[in-house]
């Protein structure tokens, strides 16, 4: 048997300490655990559009009247077994986004989007929380500005860049980072299905994701983090140590399996696989 080479034996001399590698980077962020926040359902909130060629054709009947059309989508990252998981909505089991939409033609940005959010997102005024609750779940820190898309005609293809010879794109997308509080509410349509995906589930997977949610590890590369427990305190921060063999894809609220109209706030998580 060949000798194991010194680089690889075990000591218990601890490695030299390097030369600091954070030069020109943001804070670091800190990422509270998944069990923080309450999940539930709402009614239902029916797509505008039955189909992809609805869709463009309403996006044409809006540049005529209106211009290009502004969207604004939001990256919701917590973490489990300190490992940042983002929130992602699925519909029909197949097609997945981030929770937003486009704006209106009159709309501010960021207050415009953050009507959206409230409205995807919050739990309705109607159930059982407090008004506390209610007011603080529609409260949202929209943070960075992570990616910007173009649609340059009226078609179904998006760019990370504005294609030469385009003076009139069609519609615009911007990808937020919203920073999440400690603990948050929050409440998904029931024909959606609310999931906890894993950054290195996205990572190099357009095949299942598209271009747009595979390129999310990319866009949150620039962060450092801090890997917050259940009771406050850093844990973990990048760059961290072995993914735990338990991080999955995590099906937070399955709307669509709950037919009795009622509002659930506890947590459906099952395994996805």
């Given at each position: 048997?060949?000798?194991?080479?010194?680089?690889?034996?075990?000591?218990?001399?601890?490695?030299?300490?390097?030369?600091?590698?954070?030069?020109?980077?943001?804070?670091?962020?800190?990422?509270?655990?998944?069990?923080?926040?309450?999940?539930?359902?709402?009614?239902?909130?029916?797509?505008e559009d039955p189909s992809v060629k609805d869709r463009l054709r309403r996006l044409e009947e809006h540049y005529e009247q209106y211009g290009m059309r502004r969207t604004c989508e939001g990256i919701l990252v917590c973490?489990?077994?300190?490992?940042?998981?983002?929130?992602?909505?699925?519909?029909?089991?197949?097609?997945?986004?981030?929770?937003?939409?486009?704006?209106?033609?009159?709309?501010?940005?960021?207050?415009?989007?953050?009507?959206?959010?409230t409205a995807k997102l919050s739990p309705p005024s109607s159930s059982s929380l407090s008004s506390r609750d209610s007011l603080e779940s529609a409260d949202w820190n929209i943070s960075h500005n992570l990616s910007t898309?173009?649609?340059?005609?009226?078609?179904?293809?998006?760019?990370?860049?504005?294609?030469?010879?385009?003076?009139?794109?069609?519609?615009?997308?911007?990808?937020?980072?919203?920073?999440?509080?400690?603990?948050?509410?929050?409440?998904?349509?029931?024909?959606?299905?609310?999931?906890?995906?894993?950054?290195?589930?996205?990572?190099?997977?357009?095949?299942?994701?598209?271009?747009?949610?595979?390129?999310?590890?990319?866009?949150?590369?620039?962060?450092?983090?801090?890997?917050?427990?259940?009771?406050?305190?850093?844990?973990?921060?990048?760059?961290?140590?072995?993914?735990?063999?338990?991080?999955?894809?995590?099906?937070?609220?399955?709307?669509?399996?709950?037919?009795?109209?009622?509002?659930?706030?506890?947590?459906?998580?099952?395994?996805?696989?």
């Amino acid at each position: 048997m060949s000798a194991i080479p010194p680089s690889h034996q075990r000591s218990s001399i601890q490695p030299p300490t390097g030369l600091p590698f954070d030069e020109q980077q943001p804070a670091a962020i800190r990422l509270y655990p998944l069990s923080n926040y309450t999940f539930g359902v709402k009614e239902t909130q029916p797509e505008e559009d039955p189909s992809v060629k609805d869709r463009l054709r309403r996006l044409e009947e809006h540049y005529e009247q209106y211009g290009m059309r502004r969207t604004c989508e939001g990256i919701l990252v917590c973490h489990e077994h300190n490992h940042p998981h983002v929130l992602m909505l699925q519909i029909a089991n197949a097609f997945f986004k981030l929770p937003g939409d486009y704006l209106s033609h009159d709309a501010d940005e960021i207050s415009g989007f953050k009507k959206i959010l409230t409205a995807k997102l919050s739990p309705p005024s109607s159930s059982s929380l407090s008004s506390r609750d209610s007011l603080e779940s529609a409260d949202w820190n929209i943070s960075h500005n992570l990616s910007t898309w173009w649609r340059p005609n009226f078609e179904t293809f998006m760019y990370p860049y504005l294609p030469p010879h385009t003076t009139r794109p069609k519609e615009q997308k911007k990808l937020y980072f919203i920073q999440l509080p400690e603990t948050k509410v929050l409440s998904v349509p029931k024909n959606m299905k609310l999931l906890a995906v894993p950054l290195f589930e996205l990572y190099d997977n357009s095949q299942r994701y598209g271009p747009q949610l595979s390129a999310i590890p990319h866009y949150l590369s620039r962060f450092r983090w801090e890997f917050v427990d259940e009771g406050g305190e850093v844990v973990a921060w990048t760059p961290g140590g072995k993914v735990d063999e338990r991080v999955r894809t995590k099906v937070l609220v399955n709307g669509e399996s709950d037919g009795d109209g009622e509002i659930k706030m506890e947590v459906e998580v099952k395994m996805e696989g």
